[in-house]
């Protein structure tokens, strides 16, 4: 129970990777409030706490929403009485270059990746100091560092919360809140299955994506999960400002998946 009595927010905690940090924190003593935008899979996700005795409830939230934000924050103090966590995960992805990208898509993509981030830290971070401290972590991904074609908008988003991640630690060192990034590969779950469905050639494009995997295999969301556990957790209260990668040591190989082109 390494989390024992604390509250954690999850965003995006409807699916995938924020769905299963929001269940491997609760196996941990967490209490956990899910920030989504889907209303009928957030729902289902707190039922399925609530099958395991995890005390959760779900706030119907759009992260580039300002005033959303606010009121996702504050459900969580009056239903809780505080925030110790959050994991910053929500996020959308386009596959379009700088030239393809339309305004509005950047804008989306920025608003929900990176202003997200801002915005739930922004409000939350002074809850976080009324208990004496907390612990954040931003979910950015390896595309920070290396990247694909035809990435445009979601790579800078990504680059953006790793480097927005180094400079809160230091405004949030004094406040005894630590924040790290931990930046997952390729991960299996719903998102990852359905884009590779939508593939000319779905067999060929997991085949090359295995091949460049050094552990032979996809990346799980316990996976990530459980680096965030350790990353929230009182075995890493003298780490912050750093980012993580969790990627079965993928980004140090040169070559690359193709059918991605």
């Known amino acids: 129970m390494r ?21 491997t924190f609760g196996r941990n003593g967490a ?23 995890i005390d959760s409830i779900f706030v119907k939230t759009d992260i580039s929403d300002e005033e959303q934000v606010k009121a996702m ?9 505080g925030i110790d966590i959050l994991i910053n995960n929500a996020a959308v992805n386009i596959r379009k ?16 990746n990176l202003t997200g981030t801002f915005l739930c830290s922004k409000y939350t971070i002074p809850k976080m100091e009324q208990r004496g401290g907390g612990a954040i972590v931003n979910i950015a991904s390896w595309h920070a ?4 074609t035809r990435l445009a908008a979601y790579a800078a988003s990504k680059g ?6 180094r400079q809160m630690s230091l405004d949030c060192g004094p406040l005894n809140i630590r924040v790290n990034a931990v930046c997952p590969s390729s991960v299996d ?29 996809i990346g799980t969301v316990d996976d990530i999960a459980n680096a ?34």
């Not at 999850?10 to 924020?18: D, H, L, N, R, Y």
């Not at 270059?97 to 929900?112: A, L, P, R």
């Not at 560092?145 to 694909?148: D, G, L, Q, V």
């Not at 590779?196 to 032979?216: H, I, R, V």
């Open 3 to 23: 989390l024992k009595d604390k509250v954690a927010i999850v965003t995006g905690g409807s699916q995938g990777i924020g769905e299963g940090i929001a269940q």
């Open 31 to 53: 209490r956990i409030v899910i920030a989504d935008i889907n209303e009928e899979a957030g729902a289902k996700v707190v039922d399925k706490l609530a099958s395991e005795g």
């Open 73 to 81: 924050v504050e459900a969580g103090v009056d239903h809780f009485g």
């Open 97 to 112: 270059s700088v030239v393809d990208t339309t305004f509005d898509e950047w804008q989306k993509v920025i608003g929900v």
């Open 145 to 148: 560092e290396k990247t694909i």
């Open 160 to 165: 953006g919360i790793t480097a927005l991640t």
């Open 189 to 217: 779950t719903p998102l990852f299955r359905q884009t590779f469905a939508s593939l000319p050639d779905p067999e060929e494009a997991l085949k090359q994506t295995l091949d460049f995997q050094p552990f032979g295999r």
């Open 228 to 261: 965030c556990l350790f990353m929230v957790s009182d075995e890493a209260t003298y780490v912050s400002g750093q980012t993580l990668m969790v990627d079965g040591a993928a980004i140090n190989k040169i070559a690359r998946p193709l059918m991605f082109d």
